[in-house]
């Protein structure tokens, strides 16, 4: 065995395609390269679109990069055949190891996205494959692409949505997530109420149509609730619990603040009030318990910040309407500026918070998949344009289906 029939093994060619030389190169720089030259058999014929075969009219010359052998860099090269078709167009044959277009081999392709999805930031796969990052981006880009168009989002019925940064600073992308299946289906630029446009769009192409959204997860953002009302009219707003428990927290944390400045036995004191009293050691338990006997106002607020959070326990909405209507009186009885200001948010959103008790939806979801999202930071370190962040995020959330062969056939 030659080592022409070799290589044509080891790529899994079928005729008419056989390797029909192999050169090993140095250049000036001591860089070795390994060369595989593909031809076909003459005489062959090669399907057009009407899947009739066709002879051939000439040959292009082409080259792609494929898998190093090993830490060699190697290409394939080949005359790739140009067919006069049945109609008497003359078109490009397309070849078994590679996608029309691109400089690399399938299986090439196949290894750089397996890399990232081993948590390989991109930069770095294109040190290991031996070229510009930009082209793995052009890559990943067309797969993440390819699987988007035939992604399926016809199934949902309650959306959550929720903006992350991209970077330092105030730039955002908005989140639109499918609760039931736990999966990103859309990001777009920007965290405002055209961002509820471009995911109800996006639903509307894909042919789902906005009444079929029956629930929205969302913060107490005046641009989201905007956006919902406009672009999912049948949709009920159910606002995150994790949201407005954030907002309760910074209340307690300004009341601490505040007695803070007159009682330096406060400092260090920050979590020992906004941890849940079972995530406290022995030692962070005691403490607490004496420091709201000894600061009544800081323990009023700590009794109401505890008792605000037995509303997501409410067996239905009445109950849950009277429960919230009797904090609301004592926060005004305890007179705490902090709290009276969280329960004057709570009565300007009550239908949306209230409504949680019915629907059990929240973005708890959302906050798994922002982990991946700075795991998606890290892969995307260094990328240039906001496009390769937003598809790394469906890469890694958005539980795509890729179809990109693994091997010749």
């Known amino acids: 065995m030659n080592s022409e029939t070799l ?3 080891a790529l899994g060619l079928q005729p008419p395609w056989q390797v029909k030389a192999v050169t090993f190169s140095t250049d000036e720089l001591a860089r070795s390269e390994l060369h595989l030259h593909i031809d076909f058999v003459t005489g062959s014929r090669f399907l057009d679109d009407a899947n009739n075969l066709c002879p051939v009219h000439d040959t292009v010359e082409r080259q792609w990069q494929h898998l190093s052998f090993f830490e060699h860099t190697c290409y394939l090269h080949c005359a790739v055949p140009r067919i006069t ?62 699987a988007k168009a035939a992604d399926d989002p016809s199934m949902i019925t309650k959306l959550g949505v929720d903006e992350t940064s991209t970077k330092k600073g105030h730039h955002y ?15 777009t630029e920007g965290k405002g109420k055209a961002t509820l446009q471009s995911i109800q769009q996006h639903l509307e192409d894909k042919g789902v149509d ?13 641009s989201f609730i905007a956006g919902a009302a406009e672009s999912f009219p049948s949709a009920q707003i159910t606002f995150d619990r994790f949201h407005v428990v954030k907002l309760l927290n910074e209340a307690m944390n300004q009341v601490r603040i505040a007695e803070r400045k007159e009682h330096d036995a406060l400092k260090g004191h920050k979590y020992t009030f906004l941890k849940n009293r079972e995530n406290l050691s022995d030692k962070k338990e005691k403490e607490l318990d004496e420091l709201i006997q000894l600061y009544p106002t800081l323990g ?31 926060v005004d009885a305890a007179k705490i500026p902090a709290f009276i200001k969280f329960a004057n948010t709570v009565r300007g959103h009550w239908s949306g918070i209230v409504h949680f ?51 010749f056939t």
């Open 300 to 330: 009023e607020a700590y009794r109401l910040k505890v008792l605000f959070n037995d509303l997501w326990e409410m067996p239905d909405k009445p109950t849950a309407e009277a429960f919230l209507r009797q904090w609301c009186d004592e």
């Open 85 to 146: 078709t049945t109609d008497g167009k003359v078109r490009t044959v397309d070849v078994p190891w590679a996608r029309p277009g691109s400089g690399f081999t399938l299986l090439f392709e196949a290894l750089a996205l397996a890399l990232i999805e081993r948590e390989m930031p991109v930069n770095r796969v294109a040190e290991i494959l031996k070229v510009n990052p930009q082209r793995i981006w052009t890559i990943f880009n067309h797969w993440i692409s390819k």
């Open 7 to 9: 290589f044509s093994m």
């Open 210 to 222: 906005k009444e079929q959204v029956e629930q929205i997860s969302m913060d107490l953002s005046p």
């Open 173 to 187: 992308v908005t989140l639109g997530v499918d609760l039931d299946e736990a999966r990103v289906i859309h990001v």
């Open 357 to 407: 008790v019915e629907s059990l939806i929240s973005n708890g979801i959302l906050e798994g998949i922002n982990s991946k999202i700075q795991l998606a930071k890290r892969r995307a370190r260094g990328y240039r344009n906001i496009n390769n962040f937003i598809n790394m995020i469906y890469f890694l959330c958005g539980k795509l289906k890729f179809y990109y062969p693994l091997y």
